[in-house]
């Protein structure tokens, strides 16, 4: 069993940064992939960022240049860098990670992007 515990969502006005934090209870050396979703009430949870074991990466266009997935494995943690953020971006952002053909999901966090 896999936990994922985000942090790091809030309130930013349009242009600002936040970093998202997602902690895993087991090593993500070993997970097939880890990434980041998010949702809008009511609107189907959709892909932001996506690290496969072996580095790659993968990034919805709508965040392309703007987002950045990296991770620490030794913190056994996985972030999301957001700059010039807009108020689109508002959503909730959950951790996600493939360990084989187990998916895991965070609980989630908020991201507001208002002025």
């Known amino acids: 069993q896999v936990q994922l515990v985000e942090s790091g969502g809030g309130l930013v006005q349009p242009g600002g940064s936040l970093r998202l934090s997602c902690a895993a209870s087991g090593s993500i050396f070993s997970m097939t992939a880890m990434g980041w979703y998010r949702q809008v009430l009511e609107k189907q949870r959709e892909l932001v960022a996506t690290m496969l074991s072996g580095g790659s990466t993968n990034y919805a266009d709508s965040v392309i240049g703007r987002f950045t997935i990296s991770r620490d494995n030794a913190k056994n943690t996985v972030y999301l860098q957001m700059n010039s953020l807009k108020p689109e971006d508002t959503a909730v952002y959950y951790c996600?990670?493939?360990?084989?053909?187990?998916?895991?999901w965070g609980q989630g966090t908020q991201v507001t992007v208002s002025a």
């Open positions: 996600h990670a493939l360990l084989g053909f187990h998916n895991y």
